[in-house]
């Protein structure tokens, strides 16, 4: 098993462009989640999905979209890419109450 | 906001010490769980802790939970170079999918 992957690995934008950051996980799990992670700052979540067919606001949601796309896969897209979004996103997903990461996207917008 | 905050926020000790760091929160859980990330990858689960549970043990790790006081203490006994990340606590409260991560404490153990 995979368990949870990301792609990419690495990205740089510029201010205003948009992308989408993968994920997908290969455990059945119903749980997704994104975060954030800023030095000194621990994790943020973004946005999660309880079950396929569902999303919700974490604690800071503004400037991302969430797409459920079915069971194994969660994407967060960047519509208009800030410089504030320069960060490392990890996606999880849960069982029980556990959380299962992805190695991580660094994402840098200049 | 943040639910759980560690302290230290860094600490270094040599292999073979214990290292002890510590987690307050400010809510009512359900439950606390300790992570560990190594540098440049995503986080692992080590150990969760029950709201009805006062102590817990995995290998050569040891937490306590003091719901009175909202906090919680991970011990890593007999330290190793493989022991060298950082660590985070997290909560989950009741009826939530969601679990609140503290800022981390980075553990740096020396040869």
């Known amino acids: 098993n995979a368990g949870v992957t990301q792609t990419p690995k690495f990205q740089v934008l510029k201010t205003g462009q948009s992308m989408t950051l993968q994920c997908a996980q290969d455990?059945?799990?119903?749980?997704m989640y994104w975060y954030r992670q800023d030095p000194g700052m621990g994790l943020r979540l973004i946005y999660y999905?309880?079950?396929?067919?569902?999303?919700d606001k974490g604690e800071v949601p503004n400037g991302y979209n969430v797409s459920r796309l079915n069971k194994r896969e969660f994407s967060l897209r960047l519509e208009s890419a800030a410089p504030s979004q320069t960060s490392v996103y990890f996606c999880a997903s849960r069982s029980a109450d556990t959380q299962y990461f992805g190695p991580g996207t660094r994402l840098t917008v200049l | 906001s943040q639910q759980g905050e560690e302290d230290p926020q860094a600490l270094s000790i040599q292999e073979g010490e214990n290292a002890t760091m510590n987690c307050s929160y400010k809510?009512?859980?359900?439950?606390l769980q300790w992570y560990r990330q190594n540098s440049g990858r995503g986080l692992v689960h080590l150990i969760l802790?029950?709201?009805?549970?006062r102590e817990k043990h995995s290998g050569r790790l040891r937490v306590t939970l003091d719901t009175s006081k909202k906090s919680s203490s991970l011990l890593i006994t007999a330290s190793r170079a493989a022991d060298t990340a950082s660590y985070f606590c997290a909560t989950k409260g009741s009826n939530d999918y969601k679990l609140s991560f503290g800022a981390g404490t980075t553990v740096t153990v020396r040869a």
């Open positions: 999905s309880a079950s396929e067919g569902t999303t």
């Open positions: 802790i029950r709201s009805n549970e």
């Open positions: 809510t009512s859980i359900n439950n």
């Open positions: 455990m059945n799990h119903n749980s």
